[in-house]
């Protein structure tokens, strides 16, 4: 092999020899499917009995007469890799195997594992090394362009040069034989600006003339960009789609851990008691798998490993491991026995030190968040979340609907195991920035909120007591309150409500009347915004202007601006006639009607509000706030920028979501943050 001082691969063609050792020499060994790096074979395949239907659907499909592209599609540990070695292997054994290639983000750090650089050469080595007619073309492929083997020539070329050729050359050898496949495993680990040309390229082999018929195996996470790529390709005929997310896996999971206790017992020597598929123990590890066969194979692992430091101070027996994996939180187990439990899961992911990150992550949330909104929180930088979390899934409960909440199945012993690792004061940092960056990004246009109180102002001047002041409120109340919260709300809660302060005569409430459920209490709000104080060196930001008006607002604008503010409905659901058949809205003070039309197209615009945008706005002050944040002078920056200039947006959006209390709540929490460097 020679390279030029660009690095170029440049094949040595002094003979057919050195030609084929050249194209040895690239080829990524380590993505063979039966390559002994990968280990035992048993491991790595389908243990007998299970995934029986879709090996079935598959080997079905593989008889079929017309070229077919099978994507296999499925979730982190959803078994897509054991299925993929399982088939190849039968294909082996039947001679239908052309070749594979497993990419694999685990081992990234091998050259090939995750790219493209020398996909084709790989597979037309294999082809070349099965079938010695295929091995002439290749090598006078490779002779005619000693650089058909850089990674840098298009794909598309070494597909045409390096297996096309080779296969025409087969087409009458193999065309009397049954179909030939390759199998091409975890497509969604390779360099993902290329998938999409890769799918397109395997296609164009399928449809390519004067080939023997061939199949073509894909196995991957179901990636917006690989259906985007299947999508383009426009050959629905051509391709038999296969979503192991759909398929009912249970039986299969009590069968594998039914023949895990069997074994475990016996290598530690004790005898295994009566079981059956609906024991309880079996039920409850199969569950705790959450649906993966990555889990159930890392569980069934730490059930086989022994204690072999004889300086562990609290050994645990295999009862104690099932235990543990059943509840991680036993008060009957040992604090060091749990922390190695964790250890081990942690230790056990394609990736430990993104998993401590995750995991703390997760953990530190004020309340628990769905992948598909904890992703879109957190942002691109956290890409490896949902594989990453799905691998730990003996102590956090991954649904497979990713709109499901992830769980932590006891947080409190897991906090203090993630406590002694760095990844926790990271976690509220990263949750802290993620939260003031997903704000920014969504409060698009200034709020106008302030401008709209100060028109209230003159309001003010209207007699608080008395016969008119009432019938403002009353025709007020009549006219933002949609049905059917407005026949208990005008009697019920003015009555209980302001009229209990003293200072009005009790209006005419029905002794059926009662109180609608509320989402925020009044007097609450109204104790908060009386005791609120900002900082000397807030003072003059709009927030704590606004705040600062409402305060010296009186109690009937306040309770009637808060009432405004909570039970504004759509104006498509609103009725404004009131309750007697007439129309007072033309009693209404303009400022008071031009408010509550403000309100109502916020409250709109609220309800769209994803829930990685409601998390942020209620939580950023906590994040900040605590104890292990790192406010370092990035994030310092950052949020004097945000404090600046979106703070009133956000004190508007949050107000909607949950009351003027909550908003002066993490006001107060947030004064206490150092802004200074």
């Keep these: 092999m020679k390279y030029s001082a660009a690095r170029t691969v440049v094949a040595d063609t ?26 035992p074979r048993h491991k790595l395949e389908c243990l007998d009995g299970t995934c029986t239907k879709i090996l079935e659907e598959i080997e079905t499909t593989l008889q079929a007469s017309k070229s ?95 297996l096309v050729k080779p296969l025409q050359n087969l087409q009458v050898s193999w065309g009397h034989l ?25 296609s164009n082999l399928l449809q390519q003339p004067r080939i023997p018929h061939l199949h073509i195996v894909i196995t991957g996470r179901p990636l917006h960009t690989i259906d985007d790529a299947f999508e383009a390709i426009g050959c629905e005929e051509l391709i038999h789609h296969i979503t192991l997310d759909d398929v009912d896996a249970a039986e299969d999971f009590r069968l594998l851990f039914k023949h895990a206790l069997k ?34 194979s890392m569980m069934m692992k730490f059930l086989e490993t022994h204690n072999d430091d004889d300086d562990d101070e609290v050994p645990y027996d295999l009862d104690e491991k099932i235990n543990l994996m059943k509840d991680p939180g036993d008060a009957y187990l040992h604090s060091t026995q749990i922390f190695r439990f964790y250890e081990f899961v942690i230790n056990s992911s394609e990736n430990p030190t993104r998993a401590y990150r995750h995991l703390s992550t997760v953990v530190n949330l004020a309340e628990p968040l769905a992948i598909l909104h904890l992703r879109k929180l957190l942002g691109s930088s956290e890409s490896d979340l949902s594989s990453i979390l799905v691998s730990l899934s003996p102590i956090v409960s991954v649904p497979t609907d990713d709109s499901c909440p992830v769980k932590v199945l006891h947080k409190e012993s897991l906090c203090k195991f993630l406590s002694r690792h760095s990844s926790s004061s990271c976690a509220s940092q990263l949750l802290a920035q993620s939260s003031l960056r997903t704000m920014k990004s969504s409060f698009l246009r200034q709020s106008g909120l302030k401008d709209e109180l100060q028109r209230m102002v003159p309001l003010t001047k209207t007699p608080i007591a008395g016969p008119q002041s009432d019938n403002i409120l009353m025709v007020f109340l009549k006219f933002c309150l949609a049905p059917p919260c407005n026949k208990a709300i005008y009697a019920a809660a003015w009555y ?78 609103h009725i404004i006639n009131s309750t007697d058949g007439s129309d007072d809205e ?35 002050g906590l994040y900040l706030s605590q104890d292990s944040t790192v406010v370092d002078e990035r994030l310092r920056t950052f949020l004097r920028a945000f404090w600046r200039e979106k703070l009133l947006s956000w004190f508007e959006r949050q107000w909607y979501l949950g009351g003027l209390e909550s908003c002066i709540t993490i006001l107060n929490v947030a004064q206490t943050i150092d802004f200074k460097s």
Excluded at 178 to 202: M, N, W, Y
């Design 263 to 296: 074994k475990s017992y016996r290598i530690h020597g004790l005898e295994c008691p009566e079981l059956e598929s609906d024991d309880e123990t079996i039920l409850c590890l199969a569950d705790r798998a959450n649906g993966r066969f990555g889990t159930a």
């Design 68 to 162: 077919t592209l099978i994507w296999l599609s499925g979730s982190p540990g959803t078994g897509k890799s054991a299925i993929a070695h399982t088939i190849a292997s039968r294909l082996k054994n039947k001679s239908k195997l052309a070749g594979t290639f497993f990419f694999s983000r685990q081992h990234k750090d091998i050259p090939g594992m995750t790219s493209l650089d020398f996909f084709a050469p790989t597979l037309a080595y294999q082809i070349s090394k099965s079938k010695h007619l295929a091995k002439d073309p290749v090598v006078q492929s490779i002779r005619s362009d000693p650089a058909i083997l850089d990674p840098r020539k298009p794909l598309a070329d070494q597909i045409q040069e390096l």
């Design 496 to 573: 209980h409500e302001y009229t209990q302060s003293g200072t009005s005569t009790p209006c005419c409430a029905p002794p059926s009347a009662k109180l609608c459920n509320m989402s925020e209490d009044i007097s609450k709000a109204q104790s908060a915004l009386k005791e609120f104080v900002a900082k000397p060196e807030f003072r003059d930001l709009s927030v704590f202007e606004l705040l600062s008006t409402l305060q010296a607002l009186p109690k009937m604008l306040i309770i009637v601006i808060l009432l405004t503010i909570r039970h504004a409905h759509a104006p498509s659901s």
């Design 178 to 202: 049954e179909p030939k496949v390759l199998v091409i495993d975890a497509i969604d680990a390779c360099e993902e600006g290329r998938i999409c040309e890769l799918i397109s390229c395997l």
């Design 586 to 620: 033309s009693n209404m003070p303009p400022a008071l009607k031009h408010f509550i039309q403000y309100v109502r197209e916020g409250s709109e615009r609220n309800l769209s509000s994803p829930p990685a945008l409601k998390h942020a706005c209620q939580y950023w």
């Design 14 to 39: 002094t003979s057919a020899e050195k030609i084929f050792e050249s194209l040895s020499a690239v080829v990524v060994h380590r993505a063979l499917y039966d390559c002994p790096e990968w280990g």
